[in-house]
């Protein structure tokens, strides 16, 4: 008989939980519930709607689970970062199932989890310089081990996917940005409007996207409002607005790998499924002779068997946490030189 750890992942608008093999990192399960049409006519997640939505769903996803009941060593759950009350819901959960079980509980850094989806159904290879880059942040990460990770550069505002996602409400895109804004660019003429490149002459290792959305603001009311604009001039903002991503993105990654020698280099979370920006750091890591690690597609959104796959680490090395002391983590910003908690 098989040993498993279950897995929950409810940190911000999908409902998923995993079953992943203790002896041979397979995933034996994976089953996801998308909130996506129901957040989509707001432009955006509503964190009230989000958790009532994972009370219903979760559930729903542990029934058809309970044949592997038996079969289950621990049970790991994300904890932080991501919307408090959605992160309560898989907690709660978590508790309840390591409780009824008699079982383990690991809490998760929801980035850690995104990291090594890297490594899902495989082992890890470390160290490995990351780019992680979602609806919630963007981070340069020097991954030296499964608890020891550093961070070397993040954003001082929003993050490449919320501005996708502001830049595609903007448009009335819809929600999520991310896929129809790549869409519309592969159909644009990037060269048509000369957005800024954020933080272009600045000497800082940072991330910065809200200079580039306003101007992508101030390009749309120059043009005479969203009503009216052509298709056409839709798909020249979005191939405009996507180069100044990957030109901005480049830049300061460039300044880090001069610096760090890690050989190995990936980009992880849900804008890692953007192959524009993949195209560009193919490139960049072929200047630079490191070798690019990929996340299958499958699993660069948020997932619970990323998260699993995180917790294997936890549990081959005895670090796992009491029902009684885990709880919802207050996301603390993490400083330039500190590692992620």
Known sequence: MNKLILSIESSCDDSSIALTDVETLEVVEHLKISQESEHSCYGGVVPELASRLHAVDLPKLLEKLKPYFEQIEAVAVTTHPGLSVSLHEGVIMAKGVATFLNKPIIGVNHLKGHIYSLFISKEAITPVLVLLVSGGHTQLIQVDSFDKMTLLATTIDDSVGEAYDKVAKMLNLGYPGGPIIEKYSSLGDAKRFDLPVPMQN?????????????AVRLLIEKLGGVEELSKQDMYDICASFELAVVKHLIQKSKKVFKEVPTKHFAIVG???????????????????????LEVELGYTSDNAAMIGRWAMEAFREGQVDSVESLQVGATKRVEVGSQLV
Request: glycine share 6%; net charge positive.
């Open 270 to 292: 849900g804008v890692s499924a953007n192959q524009f920006i993949k195209s560009h750091f193919k490139k960049l890591c072929k200047e630079f002779n490191k070798e690019l």
């Open 202 to 214: 600045s000497p800082l290792v940072a991330f910065s996207l809200s200079g580039l959305k306003n």
